[in-house]
């Protein structure tokens, strides 16, 4: 028997307490997650395209793959968070705390990371092609093999 994803799309959760919710794949599309708390949650692979996660607590969530395109994080806490292969193209992360988050292999092409706060993040072989990153704090963060403009393609 297999597993359907949990569909949410749209809904309104604003200021929920989804502390440790296990969110599995669900579909969370153009949710209204503002204020929310979803610390440690697991939200890994879960559908977040659209969504608003203004102010939402997601310290130490699991969002590795998840699909968080043109998603609104602004000031958003995912400090020690798991964002690995994690989609975050076009997504607002304006004043949003990434302290020692997990953003390996992450696509973060076109976000909007103005004034975040990324000390001691892992950005190992994230993709930040055309990202805004002015003001924001990388101090102490792993830049291996980081993609920060169009790779040229092979001849």
Same mark, same amino acid.
């Given at each position: 028997m297999s597993r359907r994803p949990m569909s949410l799309k749209g809904? &309104?959760?604003?200021?929920?307490d989804l502390t440790e919710a @296990? +969110?599995?794949?669900?579909?969370?599309?153009?949710?209204?997650?503002?204020?929310? @708390? /979803?610390?440690?949650? &697991? /939200?890994?692979?879960?559908n977040l395209t659209g969504a608003d996660l203004t102010e939402a607590d997601l310290f130490l969530a699991d969002l590795s793959g998840a699909d968080l395109f043109q998603a609104n994080l602004f000031q958003a806490d995912l400090s020690g968070a798991n964002l690995s292969m994690a989609n975050l193209t076009e997504a607002n992360l304006t004043e949003a705390n990434l302290t020692e988050a997990n953003l390996t292999e992450a696509y973060l092409t076109l976000a909007n990371?103005?004034?975040?706060?990324?000390?001691?993040?892992? +950005?190992?072989?994230? @993709? /930040?092609?055309?990202?805004?990153?002015?003001?924001a704090d990388l101090s102490g963060a792993l830049l291996i093999d980081t993609v920060w403009k169009?790779?040229?393609?092979?001849?």
């Open positions: 809904v &309104n959760l604003s200021g929920a @296990n +969110l599995w794949g669900a579909d969370l599309t153009e949710a209204n997650l503002t204020e929310a @708390n /979803l610390s440690g949650a &697991n /939200l890994s692979w879960a990371l103005t004034g975040a706060n990324l000390t001691g993040a892992d +950005l190992s072989r994230a @993709n /930040l092609w055309g990202a805004t990153l002015t003001g169009d790779p040229s393609p092979e001849r």
